[in-house]
């Protein structure tokens, strides 16, 4: 789920990544403490945190956005001038910015693009022809030129949602009132989709598990010519209603929420393709099935086609369809299958149509993510080996090249070049002491890296197709006036290591210990996610949170089980229909192996996790009463079926059709075996995993009068963090951990 992508910015941007100091840096005398407060203080601690770095169209401008010194979530677009090296602000969201709320709609939007707690400006775009960005802020469009002058396109009580300049930017448009608007840029837009139609239609905007397990934000698609617009019309009349009560501080809010859980109906999605003016509208044949996932919608670089990735609601097949857009009609241009019959096929954005009509593609058909060109009908392998590639970067028609991200020896992510034709071997362009990612122009001419290791924040810079850089963005070093700097003293670089599963599986750990006293043993920390996906044991930079926790006297320690990324198809297999299962008994092994070391408390073993991590939790000390000294469950998944389609059926199948996978996978029937001491903690306002998961586990606890502690945090939703509530969220535990008599040594 995604819910669990929350749960790991949660834990992972509060909580670790752990830098590589410069060589250079002149260590000070003595250590400063890192207490919480200011773990989750402004500036962060990490230092600068830019968000959505572009190039401009001409490859003249890289453009970002940069949050504040004095307000670590307060972001504003800074340009970037390639030749002069100089930086400027191009848009300051306090100046412009109204302040005024947002709707309902754009929270519950940013809530899944994970940038609910962020203000300021979030997105923008550029003008095809470099001479502008457009920039939502506060509900409102503004079009900001390079010269300084800024342009307000909309001034509504209202909200334009999913802004959008066409390709060739000669219109702008959005979503206000469920319809698309379109217009002139600088003139007035009118809606092109009809009105009168029943609330429980939507035009423009992606679903909502589109938005929050797809990773597809976007509802409609303009040609690469800007004459024609693919839309997306949502009918949600089939999902049921969950009244979703936010409870706040002073008041609670009801909401009737459409919200597809596991085994109930899904909204049904049709794609239209209609003139810029809402003329001369076609019906996209998606097939006779309704109860499909529109996973992709691409036009084709010419724009003589669309093509539409549509998935079976098993998610064990995705079909590409190629589209007329005169008239259509469809046909199916190939079909990607499952690795294995109890598998899924997982969707990613590592794909790219070509000028030539071929199309580079990822696919886990070997058992590995690989890049394969398909051409002509005929596919050709072009990455191979047991380390999966994770993302492309980018595409240089023109040289014949492309350029992708791959896992290197697990624990670190490298960037390589590769051919087109399959000829030759993969060129590696990053430092492989560093894990790394990196995007590029549209045209592949400029590579920018971001990298960190265990001992060096975040850093990012501008290279050359072949890696060669050219200019530093941010160098992130941690001398001087950083805001890490006073904290390097007491800093721990993480040691790494594996141990067997109970097939003999490695499973990589990362542990950050406190100084050691000798024949002293030491509480541990043991935070988990274990859910499919998130790769929690890198060699990236781990944050400050994890630094804070060992400042306190715990061994920090983290463990990948079998189902996590990055590792292959046969590694995340385990987890088909049996949530609950081999990743609970990967991190027993975990437990049992910290208690095999001299230096641990066996005594003093405390978990912790959030959402699936929070799941985990609650899984682990059912399974086996005593292991653990004491467990922290927060915004837990405690029911599958409570839990949206697209991300529990991928895993668990149709509750109608396997029911004993679910009643099995569920936290609730086990609950009161429940017997070391358990912090339960939860957001009141939470629209992802709701509410009820927790209030239906505190009911059974109560009626059986089993003893559990809880923290609830009235307003928020499933990130309970900020400047205030972090502190509060991490001291409370900390408590909860002395209560208990899980502390260090004296």
């Not at 990613?348 to 593609?361: I, P, T, V």
């Not at 394969?372 to 023109?398: H, I, N, R």
């Not at 290279?463 to 850089?469: M, Q, V, W």
Request: hydrophobic share 35%.
């Amino acid at each position: 789920m995604r819910l669990v992508l929350a749960a790991v910015a949660l834990s992972l941007s509060t909580c670790l990544t752990t830098p590589l100091l410069a060589e250079d840096v002149v260590m000070p005398e003595a250590a400063s403490t890192l207490s919480f407060e200011r773990v989750f203080a402004s500036p962060g601690l990490d230092g600068p945190a830019p968000r959505q770095v572009k190039l401009s169209p001409d490859g003249r401008y890289l453009t970002l956005l940069r949050n504040r010194a004095d307000d670590r979530e307060r972001y504003d677009l800074w340009g970037y001038d390639i030749d002069t090296r100089e930086w400027r602000m191009l848009v300051d969201s306090e100046a412009l910015g109204s302040g005024r709320e947002l709707s309902e709609d754009e929270k519950m939007q940013r809530e899944r693009a994970r940038v609910g707690s962020l203000k300021g400006i979030i997105s923008y775009q550029w003008a095809s022809d470099g001479s502008g960005v457009l920039v939502p802020l506060d509900g409102d469009l503004f079009l900001a030129k390079l010269d300084g002058t800024v342009t307000r396109l909309t001034d509504t009580e209202g909200t334009e949602l999913n802004p959008k300049l066409s390709s060739k930017g000669g219109f702008v448009s959005f979503v206000r009132d469920r319809r698309l608007w379109v217009g002139p840029v600088g003139g007035e837009a009118q809606p092109i989709t009809p009105a009168g139609e029943a609330e429980t239609i939507r035009w423009g905007e992606a679903e909502f598990v589109a938005q929050e397990e797809m990773a597809r934000l976007q509802g409609y698609w303009w040609s690469p010519d800007d004459s024609r617009i693919v839309v997306q019309r949502t009918d949600e009349a089939s999902v049921g209603i969950v009244t979703r009560a936010a409870i706040g501080a002073k008041g609670t809010k009801v909401f009737d929420q459409r919200y597809p859980a596991a085994g109930t109906d899904n909204a049904v999605v049709e794609l239209f393709i209609m003139n810029p003016d809402g003329e001369e509208k076609v019906r996209v044949d998606l097939g006779f099935d309704l109860d499909i996932y529109v996973a992709r919608v691409d036009w084709a670089p010419d724009g003589s086609a669309v093509y539409v990735q549509r998935q079976d609601r098993a998610q064990t097949k995705t079909d590409v369809l190629r589209v007329d857009p005169a008239t259509g009609a469809s046909t199916v241009l190939f079909t990607e299958t499952a690795a294995r019959p109890d598998y899924w096929v997982n969707l990613s954005d590592n794909y790219r149509f070509l000028k030539d009509g071929s199309l580079l593609w990822w696919s886990e058909r070997d058992g590995y993510g690989h890049f394969y060109l398909y051409s002509s009908g005929q596919w050709k392998q072009l990455t191979s080996g047991t380390s999966p590639t994770t993302s492309l970067v980018g595409v240089d028609e023109a040289a014949g090249n492309f350029t992708y991200q791959a896992t290197a020896d697990v624990l670190t992510q490298q960037i390589y070049r590769a051919r087109l034709d399959g000829t030759g071997e993969p060129e590696l362009l990053t430092d492989p002491d560093f894990t790394n990612g990196a995007s590029m122009d549209g045209a592949g001419r400029l590579l920018y890296v971001t990298r960190s290791n265990p001992n060096q924040p975040p850093q990012s810079y501008l290279a050359t197709p072949d890696g060669k850089r050219v200019a530093w963005i941010e160098e992130n070093a941690v001398t001087g006036d950083h805001p890490y700097a006073p904290y390097l003293a007491s800093h721990t670089a993480p040691e790494y290591g594996t141990i067997a599963a109970e097939d003999g599986t490695p499973l990589h750990w990362m542990m950050i210990k406190p100084a050691i006293e000798k024949g002293k043993r030491y509480p541990v920390f043991f935070s988990h996610y274990g859910g499919p996906g998130p790769q929690m044991v890198t060699k990236g930079w781990g944050g400050a949170l994890a630094q804070s926790i060992v400042d306190t006297g715990y061994i920090y320690f983290v463990l990948d089980n079998r189902g996590s990324a990055n590792r292959g198809v046969d590694f995340e297999q385990p987890l088909y229909r049996a949530m609950g299962g081999a990743e609970v008994r990967d991190q027993k092994a975990g437990a049992q192996f910290l208690k095999s070391l001299d230096f641990v408390d066996p005594a003093k073993v405390a978990i912790y996790g959030w959402s699936y991590g929070g799941y985990m939790t609650l899984k682990q000390l059912e399974a086996d009463p005593g292991l653990y000294a004491a467990g922290i469950s927060g915004a837990p998944v405690t029911r599958w079926e409570l839990y949206d389609t697209h991300y529990t059926e991928r895993y668990m199948g149709d509750p109608r059709e396997v029911p004993e996978a679910y009643e099995k996978a569920s936290a609730i029937p086990d609950a009161t075996k429940i017997s070391d001491p358990l912090l339960l903690i939860h957001g009141m306002a939470d629209d992802n995993v709701v509410f009820e998961n927790s209030s239906e586990l505190i009911s059974v606890l109560q009626e059986s009068n089993t003893p559990f502690e809880m923290m609830l945090y009235p307003g928020y939703t499933h990130r309970v963090s900020g400047e205030k509530i972090g502190p509060h969220v991490w001291n409370s535990i900390m408590r909860f951990l002395k209560a208990h008599e899980v502390t260090p040594p004296e």
